[in-house]
């Protein structure tokens, strides 16, 4: 209980700077491709850490080398592909949609802590129903949908694998350091890229160094990266990732506000009324009790 309070602060630190990591790569779109996008902010991400982790993380390289399969897996899920599929979405999905896509990753999160062995009572179950469909509603704009567009199948499966990098955390061993682990997913996530880095400079050409691009991408390594992905990780080290995403359920109303502010965006009135319905399936997801 102790770590309740910093624990809580730091998984609202994350959502916070989350939520403004949507608005810009909704606003980079149209001058920079999404996997340019997520390479060069991994890049920024390391530089920024490297001074705090590097040396750490070469006492550490034996722990690393034993615990290589896991931290492999976790930089796969939470740094190659996750950033890379919002970038992707970003394309055609409005930040608000995609703040609301990205809110049904908490019930994903039970869903792991079911199949972990944990009980879900009839509480919990009511309100993923409800969470789904808002996010359903959503993406089938007022209507159940018969099908996907791109844009929305590329921010489920970003939730999708947030998810499974938050459950995956519950099992990170305790001796390797929350530092070292950092670094460590950040420098093989943007290794497991480059393939993609290349193929996207061969087909797409390249993007335009300016204030415009430059600056954001510098804002998306510093802050959603490295700033949110330790805050991140570390809530999850001292309250879970149950309680961490019960938190992570203000990023709608978080995007959605940036979202108005930065770019003009407003959420209409059938983006409200989903809204409505996920935060508060979630909410009831998360409730304690029965």
């Not at 908490?106 to 009572?121: I, T």
């Amino acid at each position: 209980m102790r770590g309740a309070g910093p624990g809580v602060l730091l998984a609202l630190v994350a959502t916070v700077v989350w939520s403004g990591s949507f608005v810009t790569s909704r606003a980079l779109h149209d001058s920079v491709p999404p996997v340019q996008a997520a390479f060069w902010g991994w890049l920024v991400a390391q530089l920024a850490v490297a001074p705090f982790a590097a040396r750490e993380t070469w006492w550490q390289r034996r722990l690393v080398r034993r615990h290589l399969g896991f931290v492999t897996l976790a930089a796969l899920l939470g740094v190659t592909v996750y950033n890379t599929l919002v970038n992707q979405a970003g394309l055609t999905v409005t930040a608000g949609n995609m703040g609301l896509i990205m809110a049904a990753s908490p019930v994903l999160m039970a869903l792991y802590a079911r199949l972990g062995g944990a009980r879900l009572g009839a509480r919990r179950v009511t309100g993923m129903l409800i969470a789904c469909a808002g996010v359903l509603l959503l993406v089938g704009k007022g209507s159940l949908p018969t099908s996907l567009a791109a844009g929305e199948l590329w921010m489920l499966a970003a939730a999708v694998s947030f998810a499974s990098y938050s459950a995956l955390l519950k099992h990170r061993p305790a001796e390797l350091g929350g530092v070292v682990f950092l670094f460590t997913t950040f420098v093989l996530g943007a290794l497991m890229l480059l393939p993609a880095y290349g193929i996207s400079l061969a087909v797409q050409g390249g993007f335009e160094p300016s204030a415009s691009t430059v600056g954001p991408l510098v804002q998306v390594g510093v802050l959603s990266s490295a700033v949110a992905f330790f805050a991140w990780n570390k809530a999850i080290t001292l309250i879970g990732a149950a309680r961490a995403g019960a938190v992570h359920h203000l990023q709608p109303a978080c995007v959605a506000l940036l979202s108005f502010a930065l770019l003009g965006g407003r959420p209409g009135l059938l983006g409200g009324a989903c809204m409505v319905l996920v935060l508060g399936g979630v909410a009831l997801a998360s409730a304690r009790g029965r």
